[in-house]
Structure formats: C-alpha cells, structure tokens
C-alpha cells in the first residue's frame, strides 16, 4: 500500500498513479464467478459473435472494479470514497491465454485519474476525480469520476 | 410513443432482494479483480484499521448479486419480491423494437462500509426512462435505482445502473 495521502497536500491537476491492468479470458472467467454475471456476451464465442461484438468482451462492471481501485489505491485506508460513476464508452476485448497461467502478448489497459476539484463540505475535505481507461491503442474507452473524503495532516 | 409507454412503470419496485456479505465471496471478488489492498482478505490486518474488520471493495455488496434472475445465482428464497415489473417493461420495449440490451454504466453514492457479516437488503426501483436517437439508430435509456440497507435500517450505498437497449 502506498503512504497516506492528505487533503492539505492534493492539488487541483494532481495526477493519480496510473494503474496498468490486463484483461485475459482466464480473468473473464474469474470475474463471472465471482460478480455472479453469468451473461454469455462475455464467455461464448458463437453468441459474441452472432449479436456482431466478434468475440466475447470485457464486463463493464469488470472496468468499474478497476477505477474503483485506482481511486481507492490513491486515497489510502484512511480516505473515503463518497460517490463513484463511470460509463462504457467502448467495447474491450481480453487477452487469450498462451499457456494456463500467462497471457498472450496483447494489450495493456491504463486506468488513469485526475484531481479536478478539491473543497470542504461542513468538516468534510472533499477531492473530485476525472478518472479513465485507455485501452492498448491509448483510446478511451470507459470514463468517470470520484468523489472522495480525504484526512487532514492536522 | 414509448415515453408514454413507459410512464406507467417509474417508481415500480423491480425486486427486493437480501443480500449477505460474506467473507469467502469478498475474497474472491477482490482476487477477480486483482486488488492489493489487504483490508479485503486478511483479518488480521483489517482488526488493526479503522474499520476493525473485513470490508469489502466500494461496488461490492454481497450475494446474490443485482442482475435479473437466470444471469446469476439465485434461488427462489432469494427474492422477497418478484421482479414483474422488470419483464412487463421488456415486454413493452421488444414491441417497440428494442431487443437488445448493454450495460451503460453506473453511479454510486456510499454512505457506509459493507463489511463481511453484513446482510443487506436491496431494493429496486425504474427510475427512469428515456429515448434517444444515436449515430446507429434510436436507443433506450432505462436507469434502475438500488438503495442498500442493512439489519438497522441504515442506508448503506444506493446505486445507479443504467441499461442501453437498443
């Protein structure tokens, strides 16, 4: 985990650590059984590509676990998500597995975040996110934004 | 019109549904996602936080998850309150000519930590609907609203999802 961060010393513009992030099929599956989405969109190649997304694609609620951790990562334990939206811009599709446990060579996402407020509401110091995900082609294809309370170094 | 068609269904309850957090379904809700932060496995630590306890990733809220019966794990004693309204909705929006549907997006607003333990109750509501015509052709907008509560009555997070059907 990385150090604490305070509301004190985030500025407007701050960047967020980027939070690079690859998608696999092995990691679709995972996602299906432990988010209960058992759509075939995201499993079955002949339906994917029968309702024309060629093959199957990225949860979107997949691509929202990982904003939220690059929110949460950045924030530390003593921070606060508050509110949290993101839409789904574009379709993504996983990296095929090499062998069982590594991935093809392929893409790799980049979930990237930006101070774009920074306020008090009563005794809560508030900071507001942009927040994204580029995929390998640095298009952008999910996007949203955070609100988080942050600790005061006082 | 499908405006019309639709304004009988906002404010519809489409389901109600318990919802209990445990901590094996944390964990493996985190390791699907391939999160670092300790405060969803390890107990240990999470004793010594500020939460004193396992909690769970902001977007987590327990089993049986969200989504319409038959896309996940659920059984019937899951479901207090049968989601009619949902399929009546379907029902209109095939007749008007869209049939298939894409998760947009979604809004959250937390209000308290979901910890392992937790039982919750999920409630849902058509909050909205709206039409609009894209780049490939007229979409739909439906946009459910979900507002968790636990054991005490408290608000724990309520929830914006938002369906494109197309």
Known sequence: MAEQIYWEDINVNDELPPLPKIATTRMLVKWAGASGDFNPLHYDSALAAAVGVGSPIIHGALKRQWLVQLVTDWMGEQGTLKKFACSYRAMDWPRKMATPWTPEEGETWQCKGKVTNKYADGDQKLVDCAISIENGKGEETTRGAATVMLPNRG | ?166
């Open chain 2, 1 to 166: 019109m499908l405006a019309e068609e639709m304004a009988p269904f906002i404010g519809k309850n489409v389901g109600t549904i318990a919802c209990e957090v445990e901590k094996g379904s944390i964990k493996r809700f985190a390791d699907a996602v391939e999160e670092t932060n300790p405060l969803y496995w390890d107990e240990e630590y999470a004793r010594k936080s500020r939460y004193g306890s396992i909690i769970a990733p902001p977007g987590f809220f327990g089993w049986p998850v969200k989504l319409p019966p038959g896309q996940t794990f659920q059984r019937p004693t899951d479901i207090a309150d049968p989601p009619e309204a949902m399929d009546e909705m379907r029902a209109v929006l095939a007749r008007a000519g869209y049939f298939n549907v894409l998760d947009g997006g979604i809004e959250y607003e937390f209000f308290l930590p979901v910890r392992a333990g937790d039982a919750l109750t999920a409630k849902s509501i058509i909050k909205e609907v709206r039409e609009r015509e894209g780049k490939s052709g007229k979409m739909a907008f439906v946009i459910i609203e979900t507002s968790y509560t636990n054991k005490k009555n408290e608000l724990v997070a309520v929830q914006r999802s938002t369906a494109i059907y197309r």
